[in-house]
């Protein structure tokens, strides 16, 4: 590795660490304060607490950023402890091409996460990918001793370095911080485990109050069109499940609609669990649940969605409905005279849902948030009387109990 080398890998690594390290404190801030709004935030398109509490931004319930910054510390100790070479060949230069390799591999399949999956870009992940890719120009047009040679000497390298005290502290402390970082980093809260510690508490309401409190709260970026509790819902509405939740909690919603007029409003987000528009799935798990969505979006447009829903919940058979029967019932009922066209001008509509639920994680249906708040159990949606409880708590929150 040349002076001039070692120097870009360096200024490289840095920037880095400052990305990264700026990415580690987002998703810190977004884990343990729910009114937490990222600087990074600009717009739908670039949204960068959308990418970090999407499945993308965590391995193992460990933030992405925190391997980022685990990537450029080791990059730059290896690139601050290497004597410059006259030469440039140097078994320095080539870990830290080994390393940059696997750093190139990791951002691409990230990008391709972010951009082309959650279709939501981050700035300061971007400034990582730079920062990766700079490291990987400037270490592979450098000399090196090759793979197999670097391999051979790597055990001697390991004895150099542990025999030398200033690298040997070095790596040490390298390894405590990152572990430590690793280990004591908050993990994301789940209102799953809300609801099961309120069930097993003897005062369950206080108990699921005081962990609500403590919850994730996402941005859904949508106008609560003057509603102090705004519960977005993702649906298939050829889902059981779905059809259940729908039955359950409509005495609760009607309950807030005499009570507290105009303050609760409902949102649904369409989330079909069919290949032939759901990007996320590859096979259709209900066969016409692409056309039942665009149905009640048809009906929306004529005023009567809220028909449409009831109609499709009230099927006896609604796991058997096929897309020629929604089709026949479209034209008969609501007078859709060329379904097929007006579900190709539906189609991005849904898919942009599908896209939204992706970056929030959704994984099956029905998925509820309340204010932003995620609202289920490990065994699905929350129970009526907790559901009940929630709303409840985000209107008091609101000041408008």
């Known amino acids: 590795m040349s002076q001039k080398s070692r120097i870009w890998i360096l200024a490289f690594a ?4 400052l990305f990264a390290g700026a990415s580690s404190w987002v998703h810190y801030r977004l884990i343990t304060d729910p009114t937490y709004t990222s600087p990074c935030d600009i717009n739908a398109a670039f949204n960068c607490s959308q990418v970090y509490v999407s499945r993308f931004g965590s391995v193992a319930g460990v933030p992405v950023a925190l391997g980022g910054l685990a990537w450029f510390g080791l990059v730059a100790l ?3 402890f290497t004597r410059p070479s006259a030469s ?9 091409f080994a390393l940059s390799v696997i750093g190139l ?3 691409l399949y990230l990008g391709y996460a972010s951009f082309f999956v959650l279709r939501t870009g981050c700035v300061l992940c971007i400034g990582t990918y730079v920062a990766v890719i700079g490291v ?12 197999v040679p ?10 150099a370095m542990f025999a030398a005290p200033t690298t040997f502290l070095a790596a040490i402390l390298y390894l405590v911080a990152t572990g430590a970082v690793v280990a004591f980093f908050p993990k994301e809260g789940d209102v799953a485990k809300a609801a099961a510690a309120a069930e097993v508490q003897q005062d369950g309401a206080a108990a699921f109050a005081a962990a609500w409190a403590l919850q994730t709260r996402y941005d859904m970026g949508m ?9 977005v819902k993702f649906l298939d509405f050829q889902c059981p499940s779905c059809k ?3 039955f359950a909690y409509k005495p609760v919603f009607d309950k807030f609609a005499e009570s507290h007029p105009g303050a609760v409003r409902q949102v649904i987000k369409d989330y079909p669990l069919n290949n032939a528009c759901n990007f996320t799935m590859t096979r259709a798990l209900h066969q016409a649940a692409c056309e039942e969505a665009a149905l009640v979006r048809m009906a929306r447009e004529r005023g009567r969605a809220d028909e449409a829903i009831d109609w499709l919940f009230s099927v006896p058979d609604q796991t058997g409905l096929t897309p020629g029967a929604v089709k026949a019932e479209a034209a008969s009922r609501f007078g859709v005279t060329d379904f097929d066209r007006e579900y190709q001008a539906l189609l991005p509509a849904i898919r942009q849902d599908i896209a939204d639920g992706q970056a929030l994680q959704v994984g099956s249906t029905p998925t509820y948030f309340i204010n932003g708040i995620r609202a289920q159990t490990p065994n699905g949606w929350l129970p009526p009387d907790y559901f009940e409880l929630a709303i409840t708590l985000e209107l008091e929150r609101a000041g408008k109990e």
């Open 105 to 107: 591999a990791a951002i």
């Open 136 to 147: 990987f120009l400037v270490s592979g047009a450098g000399s090196s001793i090759g793979i």
């Open 223 to 231: 106008d609560p069109a003057g509603a102090a509790v705004v519960v």
């Open 88 to 96: 440039g060949r140097s078994a320095a230069g080539t870990y830290v």
């Open 150 to 159: 670097m391999l051979r000497r790597l055990p001697a390298d390991v004895r």
């Open 244 to 246: 259940a939740a729908h």
């Open 78 to 80: 290896i690139a601050a």
């Open 14 to 17: 840095a920037a880095g660490l």
